[in-house]
């Protein structure tokens, strides 16, 4: 808009004083100084436009025949005329009682074609340009193209790609546009190094920030590529890391990326100031509202004296505390930390106060940048809305319940005042990232039903735009095949809560031992937060199960309760989940846990009660070596509320409870060898995992040693084989063993090697298992 910047140049500097306005063009001469200040036309004639129809012109300016205007008016004009793309000139003047328009239109673009892209599809790359075909062609909009694709690749790590333009004019004022690219090679980033660390060393910083070295896999998980606005979000993932481990002054002096442009990699410099690490001081709560009792707030608080300072525990007590006053009837009481730094002891006491802050009220909640999630899936992760009391803690909540989704590569919350003193307008900004994935699994169990599984699968977990999840995976082993579909909604009704359903589908034959089955079933839930850690969700369960063996084995009870007919379960159940985990890829700290009550009578086979629970905590025993520890235990018990008790409705364990043990491997068994289950289980799990000495941390590899132990008895299937049933007692089960880990581009990959230590005769042992790992 050139021509446009000259009008409005014009304007401001002569047109008042002289009578002189200037157009796209040129100048033109009004009647008089105040005819320039306020005039009258009785119609417009416009000029130049072929392909525009002079009504689209007309209904593009602000000045109307009868109505007196100003400068101002065809300023407005002017830039409105420009900012539709179509014309590449413009100028107003008056000649008599007639507002002359004339404009010269911009060329058409009659095809968009990209030449020289292979990494990129045509199709991302016209989402991201901003020329049409059959619309107007720019050359200010072809250069904002360039810049937007070249944007689009330095994105995927290739910094070095260059664009141009081939316009090749056809017929009729027609051209197609060209986008010539050169993808050049991928950028790479070299090296990251750090700079005034001393408490830990540079491979426990790289493990924090986002950005990785290149790698052999980095083509997959394209962590190795440098941003620069992920360098930043990488200098906060430092200071929450520092902050979090008692080093309250940390600071980042500096981060610089330098290419060299021989090699096209990036060497990373981040420069950091640690300052002294420091515990808690006193911790007191104050108030200065009427009403709210401070000592009553006191329980709330996370941060205790003599503990390593830790800002998360300063910010769970705000929020703690922010949330009871709020429900007490005072929406804008403001909790604010004051820490007093003792040097000479190295200590922060902490006073949290409480008193009346500012009474402001939510204007409008503003949604800027998501190009692919819908509004509405923002704003209800805000307990508050247009109207309500402005509550700054709220705000904090809803920003890490946004980071939290997964859905956004960065996300910014900001505060402009509203029309009025006492109104706030919420500014969110927020960045989409790549939600979807594509994964390959692959196992391998040794013994009976074992040999190699692989599972491929595809995720979406903001499918649409609409923050709903959905899996879709299919595996194929030796003997077995299984097929499993999963879909939540967050919001169910609009309430948080998270409904969905899981089908799934398994095909097992197993020739070499006489029998195979076939399983299928679905499950219907409800997740409902209680708190933040804590929730509960409810399940209906439906299961079938064909299963068909040798009849003439007798001493079988799967072949004497289910062959040849459909055995059944339709059950209700209820889990308590608690979860206070630091990271749920790569816990350091905090527990996982759960509790499950299932009834099953609801028709069907099965009638019984089940009693479950497991946990699993998590522990940093050397943070510079990083070195976690975990400590894992469950148990389970099973009523027979009706009559027989099914092989299928008891417990089985085996090499995901106690490692070195096949699958149903532990446990009380019939006479020919089958692993009938048992009404009574008890695991325990110890383990220490750290990083593999003399490979590089971002390659994702752990080492882990571990011992397990447990045991599975009881019995209520009634056998009545000459030889009865073994293992009903409660002998233990123990294993040791070691394992490797690797976060892998594919998901998570675990080789465990155990050898048990206490087995039974007849359990069935398993030493070697290589799997997807999980947190259970």
Known sequence: MKAGSRFLNAVSAVALSTGIVASGTGIVTLASASVAEAATISRVEVRGATRVSPETVRANITIVPGKSFSNAD???????????????????????????????????????????????????????????????????????????????????????????????????????????????ERTKIKQINFVGNNAYSDGRLQAVIATKESGIFSFLNRKDVYNADKLRADEELLRQFYYNRGYADFRVVSSDAVLDESSNEYTVTITVEEGERYNFGPVNVESTVEGINAEELKGLVQT?????????????????????????????????????RDFGNRTIAVDYLVDQGE??????????????????????????????????????????????????????????????????????DVQDQSTGSFGIGAGYAAGSGGGFLVEASIEEKNFLGRGQYIRLAAGRGQDSRTYNVSFTEPYFLGYRLAAGFDVFKNENDYDEDNYSYEDSGFSL??????????????????????YHGDTDDLSSPYDRVVNGSPWERSSVSQTLTYNSLDDAQQAHEGILASATQEYAGLGGTSDFYKLTGKFKWYYTVHDDADIIASLAGSAGHVFNTGGEMEVFDQFQLGSNDIRGFERN????????????????????????????????????????????????????????????????????????????????????????YAIPVAKEDFDRVQNLKFGISSSF
């Open 74 to 184: 065809i300023d407005s004009s002017v830039k409105r005329l420009y900012s539709t793309g179509y014309f590449s000139d413009v100028s107003i003047n008056i000649s008599g009682g007639t507002l002359v328009v004339t404009v010269s239109e911009n060329q058409l673009v009659n095809q968009v074609v990209f030449n020289g892209n292979r990494k990129i599809k045509d199709e991302k790359l016209q989402a991201v340009v901003r020329t049409r075909s059959l619309g107007p062609y720019s050359e200010a909009t072809a250069e904002s193209d360039i810049q937007a694709i070249k944007d689009a690749y330095a994105a995927m790590g290739r910094n070095d790609v260059t664009v141009t333009t081939q316009v090749v004019p056809i017929a009729e004022g027609r051209v197609n546009l060209a986008f010539v690219i050169n993808e050049g």
């Open 304 to 340: 205790s004296e003599g503990s390593v300072y830790k800002a998360k525990d300063v910010q769970e007590s705000i929020s703690a505390i922010s949330r009871r006053v709020a429900a007490q009837g005072y929406p804008f009481a403001r909790v604010t930390p004051r820490g007093n």
């Open 359 to 428: 009474r402001a009220y939510i204007e409008r909640i503003e949604i800027r940048g998501n190009t692919r999630t819908r509004d509405y899936v923002i704003r209800r992760e805000f307990d508050v809305s247009e109207g309500d009391a402005f509550n700054q803690e709220m705000i904090a909540t809803a920003k890490r319940r946004l980071d939290a989704l997964g859905y956004f590569s960065a996300v910014n919350i900001s505060t402009q005042p509203g029309s009025a003193a006492d109104r706030v307008v919420i500014v969110v």
């Open 525 to 546: 839930r409800v997740t409902a937060p209680i708190t933040e850690r804590l929730s509960t969700t409810l399940r209906y369960n439906f299961t079938q199960m064909d």
């Open 665 to 752: 491997g532990v446990g009380p068994r019939a006479a020919n060898g089958d692993a009938i289950g048992g009404t009574t289980y008890f695991t325990a799990s110890a383990e220490a995992t750290f990083p593999l000495p003399f490979v590089a941390r971002d390659a994702g590899f752990r080492g882990a040693v571990f011992a397990d132990a447990g045991t599975l008895y009881g019995n209520e299937v009634d056998v009545t084989a000459a030889d009865g049933v073994r293992g009903t007692d409660s002998s233990l089960r123990a294993s040791v063993g070691l394992g490797l880990l690797w976060a892998s581009p594919f998901g998570p990959l675990r080789i465990d």
